[in-house]
C-alpha cells in the first residue's frame, strides 16, 4: 500500500484564485485480476516515495482524484447542503420565533475580506444569516444579508447567483411558511452545486463550513437564552456529525496557514463535544464546551482573524 500526495496549482482566475495548492492525499492499492499486477505510477512498490514531478504527470489519477473529491462534496450538499435551513427553522419553533438582529455578522464587516479564504467563508455565514432573517420575518435585514452575500460572491466568480427576482419570491413568501421553507431550501443550495459543478472544491468547502459555524452559533445562543430542549440535544448530535466530515474534508486542503488555522479550530470544537453517543452524554459541562468552542472560532471567522 502506498500513500501518494498530489499536488494541482489552483488557477488565478477570477473564477477560481485561491492562491496555495490543494494537496490530496490518496491511498492506492496494488490489484490483481487475473494473475496480472495492475499498472501503477512507481513500478517499484517498495520505494518509499514517489517523485512529485512524476505524479502531476499522471493526468489519469489527478482526474480520479478530482472525481473523488468531488463525489464527496456532491453527497456532504445532498446530505447536509441545506441543514441551516432545518436547524434555523427547528430553533424558530422551539424558542417561539425570538429574533436578535445583533446575532448576524453586522453587513459592514464586508470590507474586512480581502482575501478569498475569508471572503468565501463569510460568504457562507451570510447566507446563513440570511436564513435567519427571512425565518424570523425580518425582510429588510434579509436583504441587507443577501447583499453582502452577493458583494463576497462578486468577488470569487463572475456569474450572479442571486436574481433581482428573488427579492419579490422572498417578500411573496414572507406569510407562508411551508413556502419560504422551500425557497430557502433552493435558494441555498444552488450556490454550492454553482460552485462544485465549475471545480471551486476549496471555495465550495469553505463556504459550507462557514454556514456550519454560522448555524452552530445560533444554536448555542439560543441554548445560553432559552436553555436545552429536546431538539436542541438533537441539532447538537446533527451539527456534530456534519462537523466531523468537514475536519475529514479540510484535511484534503493543505494550501496555506489559514487552512491549517480553521482545522484546527474546527478540531477545538470537534474536541468540546469529546466522544458522545447519544444526548445522554451530552452533559451541562459539554454543552458550555462546545458553546465556548463555537463562539470563539465564529468570532475569528467574522473578524477575519482566523
Not at 463576497?152 to 422572498?170: F, N, Q, V
Request: proline content about 2%; charged content about 25%.
Amino acid at each position: 500500500m502506498t500513500s501518494i500526495f498530489l499536488n494541482f496549482p489552483i488557477s488565478k482566475n477570477k473564477n477560481m484564485r485561491i492562491k496555495d495548492y490543494l494537496l490530496i492525499s490518496v491511498t492506492t492499492m496494488l490489484a490483481y485480476s487475473c494473475g496480472s499486477e495492475a499498472t501503477q505510477p512507481n513500478d517499484n512498490p517498495t520505494t518509499n516515495a514517489t517523485p512529485v514531478d512524476t505524479i502531476i504527470k499522471e493526468p489519469e489519477l489527478v482526474e480520479n482524484d478530482l472525481e473523488t473529491l468531488r463525489f464527496r462534496l456532491d453527497m456532504l450538499v445532498a446530505n447536509h447542503g441545506a441543514a441551516p435551513v432545518s436547524m434555523l427553522m427547528k430553533l424558530s419553533a422551539d424558542d417561539k420565533d425570538v429574533f436578535h438582529p445583533d446575532y448576524v455578522n453586522d453587513v459592514s464587516n464586508v470590507g474586512l475580506y480581502k482575501d478569498d479564504f475569508s471572503t468565501a467563508l463569510n460568504f457562507g455565514v451570510y447566507k446563513t444569516d440570511l436564513i435567519y432573517d427571512l425565518i424570523h420575518h425580518h425582510l429588510d435585514d434579509g436583504l441587507n444579508a443577501r447583499n453582502a452575500a452577493n458583494t463576497l460572491a462578486d468577488a470569487l466568480w463572475e456569474e450572479h447567483i442571486y436574481s433581482d427576482g428573488d427579492i419579490e419570491k422572498y417578500r411573496a413568501a414572507q406569510d407562508n411558511l411551508e413556502d419560504l421553507e422551500s425557497l430557502l431550501f433552493q435558494d441555498y443550495e444552488k450556490t454550492e452545486k454553482y460552485l462544485i459543478s465549475h471545480d471551486q472544491f476549496e471555495i465550495a468547502t469553505l463556504t459550507m463550513i462557514g454556514s456550519l459555524i454560522e448555524s452552530m452559533y445560533f444554536t448555542s445562543k439560543a441554548i445560553e437564552e432559552f436553555g436545552m430542549t429536546e431538539s436542541k440535544y438533537d441539532l447538537l448530535i446533527n451539527e456534530k456529525h456534519q462537523l466531523d466530515e468537514f475536519v475529514e474534508l479540510l484535511a484534503f486542503f493543505k494550501g496555506n496557514e489559514k487552512d491549517a488555522a480553521l482545522l484546527e479550530g474546527l478540531m477545538e470544537v470537534e474536541d468540546a463535544y469529546g466522544k458522545i453517543n447519544g444526548k445522554e452524554d451530552l452533559t451541562d459541562e459539554v454543552i458550555k464546551h462546545i458553546d465556548t468552542a463555537v463562539f470563539a472560532l465564529r468570532g475569528k471567522i467574522v473578524s477575519n482573524n482566523v
